[in-house]
């Protein structure tokens, strides 16, 4: 390892050190929410997730709200359920549960405001505390026309 990258791990780790207002350890993830930023566990994600060193990362594509037939629901709070149904189905399918998912993406269809009551109370269904990382990425479209929401995963498998 370079000198410089050396340098660069430690610096993070002291960074990651600071007092913070939430740190936990959840399935060997650390949570971390630094006091000096926004609490943004009541909205249904952490600030940061420290990966355990020499971990095994899996990458879950994106879930759609499609059922199993491929069908989906013209209602944008059936398919948020549904994709988080999906990515659960394939969690399961890698061995892993919800605790092991570091960072999550979110797509959403023309979003507003409107539509964050209905992605929090999902992510804290399918999370609970264990509150990952996640970005959400308003976009005017998905991959198929009735598409509204999509949920893409990072997930520690070890």
């Known amino acids: 390892m370079s000198r410089t990258i050396k340098h660069l791990l430690i610096g993070g780790l002291i960074?990651?050190?600071?007092?913070?207002?939430t740190t936990?350890?959840?399935n060997k993830l650390t949570i971390v929410n630094p006091q000096?930023?926004?609490?943004?566990?009541?909205n249904g994600y952490s600030t940061a997730v420290i990966?355990?060193?020499?971990?095994?990362v899996a990458y879950i594509s994106g879930q759609g709200g499609q059922d199993s037939k491929g069908?989906?629901?013209?209602?944008?709070?059936?398919?948020?359920k549904q994709a988080y149904a999906n990515l659960r189905a394939a969690l399961e399918g890698i061995g892993a549960k919800p605790n092991q998912v570091a960072k999550i993406t979110v797509f959403v269809v023309d979003h507003d405001m409107s539509k964050l009551g209905v992605l929090t109370s999902n992510v804290k269904e399918m999370f609970g505390d264990a509150l990952?990382?996640?970005?959400?990425?308003?976009?005017?479209?998905?991959?198929?026309?009735?598409?509204?929401?999509?949920?893409e995963a990072v997930v520690v498998l070890d």
Request: hydrophobic share 45%.
């Open 36 to 42: 000096t930023l926004y609490d943004p566990s009541p």
């Open 24 to 26: 936990a350890t959840e």
């Open 51 to 56: 990966t355990p060193p020499g971990a095994r």
């Open 15 to 21: 960074i990651m050190n600071i007092p913070t207002a």
């Open 71 to 80: 069908g989906l629901s013209p209602d944008f709070a059936v398919q948020v």
């Open 132 to 151: 990952p990382a996640q970005t959400l990425i308003p976009v005017p479209k998905l991959a198929i026309d009735p598409m509204l929401f999509e949920v």
